[in-house]
């Protein structure tokens, strides 16, 4: 009798490794898919753009994660030297790619001339110096105030391109 119930539980155990053996393990389909995995990260980050004698910009940030094609940045404030103008820059959320830098919650702009540039998401593209949102901002110099739905701020012009927007301004 032992020996029958042994009989039966090596059959079973046969079947299902047979059965086992014949399913692919690892599915297609995930290997197909675009899984981002982490190359880099680093916390408490500060980096500098110089060349021999002058330091362009400043970059802080409390995290950044580096992927294959972008960087993920947390709480990230920039400051940036054009010209004879500073641009300052900072957001809660970030990625970067080669030329842009997208700013998500609470993204500001400001700069030397008292310009001030506020909106949920602003992009920066750093190969054509300019800033744009295609979102609801608030801008706003000295008491000056504008308020629209997507602007293109030239940095090198300082050129304001803006659409659906409402304006106050004070004279004296």
């Known amino acids: 009798m032992v020996i029958k119930i042994f009989y039966v ?10 059965f086992l ?24 980050i500060v980096d500098y753009e110089l060349n021999a004698t002058k330091t362009y910009a400043r970059y802080d940030a409390d995290n950044i ?8 940045i947390s709480n990230f404030d920039g400051v940036i030297l ?4 500073l641009h300052y820059l900072s ?3 970030a990625t970067a790619t080669k030329d842009i ?16 540039y506020n909106s949920e998401r602003i992009i920066y593209n750093i190969a054509l110096e300019n800033l744009k ?3 609801d ?20 012009d300082k050129k304001i391109f803006a659409k659906k927007v409402s304006g106050w301004y004070y004279t004296k």
């Open 82 to 85: 054009k010209g004879n103008t």
């Open 21 to 44: 053996m014949t399913q692919n393990p690892y599915s297609s389909k995930l290997e197909q898919g675009d899984i981002s995995i982490a190359n880099m990260e680093a916390k408490n």
């Open 137 to 156: 901002f608030i801008m706003t110099q000295n008491s000056d105030k504008v308020v629209g739905k997507s602007v293109l701020y030239d940095m090198k």
């Open 9 to 18: 539980i090596i059959s079973l155990f046969s079947v299902s490794m047979v």
């Open 91 to 93: 957001s809660n959320k």
């Open 101 to 116: 830098i997208t700013f998500y919650g609470d993204a500001k702009y400001k700069n030397s001339d008292k310009l001030n």
């Open 65 to 72: 994660i580096r992927y294959k094609n972008y960087d993920d």
């Open 133 to 135: 949102s295609d979102s």
